[in-house]
């Protein structure tokens, strides 16, 4: 459950401010920043999917003190997300010259969309799959294509849950 009266909880929404308010990091006490339960930082930041975006943050502001194992955690979880965003960046490109070469309409959205329309860097936005939308009308052929590329849908639907699928839009 969040707590937003938590320390923690306040310093990572001071954290958050500062990126449209730049000084909303800096009214944040230095004795409270060194009061913080570091752990709880860190559970937090995990849970909200905030971990990049806090490593950016407390970097290009220079917040001190935050313990140094903190900084290379927050820089693992950025740099692991940088390597992760590449390869689906990649792929994605790779799945819509394959869905345009077969004719099959296809848009991507949500996760990769957001990270690159929505944050200043990409990498600040945790995400671990591609979406696409796909006309109805093609979702036969997507699927086949995807398929014979190697893929498998995680929740297999039977024929009659496809077809209400469609009717639903």
Not at 10 to 26: G, K, M, T
Not at 71 to 76: A, D, F, I, K
Not at 80 to 90: G, P
């Amino acid at each position: 459950p969040c707590q937003p009266e938590l320390p923690e909880m306040q310093f990572i929404l001071a954290c958050i401010r500062s990126v449209f308010h730049p000084d909303a990091i800096r009214s944040f006490p230095a004795n409270g920043i060194a009061a913080l339960a570091w752990d709880k930082v860190l559970a937090i930041a995990r849970q909200h999917r905030l971990r990049p975006l806090l490593f950016q943050i407390l970097r290009a502001n220079s917040i001190q003190p935050v313990p140094t194992e903190v900084c290379l955690q927050l820089e693992t979880c950025y740099l692991a997300n940088a390597a992760r965003i590449s390869q689906l960046n990649h792929t994605m490109l790779q799945l819509l010259s394959l869905c345009a070469t077969h004719q099959v309409r296809a848009l991507p959205w949500r996760g990769i969309v957001l990270a690159h329309d929505v944050y200043p860097d990409p990498v600040l936005r945790l995400f671990d799959d591609l979406d696409f939308l796909i006309h109805p009308q093609d979702l036969p052929r997507a699927i086949n294509l995807l398929t014979h590329a190697g893929y498998a849908p995680l929740h297999p639907l039977t024929e009659a849950q496809r077809r209400a699928y469609l009717l639903t839009g």
